[in-house]
Each structure stands twice: as C-alpha cells, then as structure tokens.
C-alpha cells in the first residue's frame, strides 16, 4: 500500500502539512460583522491539520479529503 502524500488536484508528491493558524481576516471579517464575539471566528480551526501542494498550490484537509475518496 503506497502511503505517499499527493495533491489530489495535481498527483504532486512535494507537499507541506502543518495545523492551521489563526485566521486575521475571519476575526476582522468577524468583528465588523458581529461585533466583539467576532474575533472569536479567527480562532476557528485553528488547530486542524492542513495540506498544501508546492506545485499548484491547492490546500485541503486531509480529513475530509479521505472521506470523499472512502
């Protein structure tokens, strides 16, 4: 069983994974929006775990993405 990560967009191997972090433009977006409980949206997600591609660019949560394919 191949267990390299690939792009799903592109099949590309060089891939970056990390947690995502705190979204600035969820929390300004938010408090314009809401008010103070705005700034709460910026921490949303923030520690899901997110794939980039090096090649094309495309991020996706792996998560997800597994379940679509399964």
Same mark, same amino acid.
């Given at each position: 069983?191949?267990? /390299?990560?690939? *792009?799903?967009? *592109? @099949?590309?191997? !060089?891939?970056? @994974?990390?947690? %995502? #972090?705190?979204g600035v433009g969820k929390a300004i977006t938010g408090a314009i929006l809401t #008010? @103070?409980?705005?700034? =709460? =949206?910026?921490?949303?997600?923030? !520690? $899901?775990?997110?794939? /980039? *591609?090096?090649? *094309? #660019?495309? %991020?996706?949560?792996? =998560? %997800?993405?597994? $379940? $679509? !394919?399964?």
């Amino acid at each position: 069983m191949d267990e /390299t990560i690939r *792009c799903p967009r *592109c @099949g590309s191997e !060089n891939v970056e @994974g990390g947690k %995502k #972090g705190f979204g600035v433009g969820k929390a300004i977006t938010g408090a314009i929006l809401t #008010g @103070g409980i705005g700034l =709460a =949206a910026g921490l949303m997600g923030r !520690n $899901k775990l997110q794939y /980039t *591609c090096l090649r *094309c #660019g495309y %991020k996706w949560d792996p =998560a %997800k993405e597994w $379940k $679509k !394919n399964h």
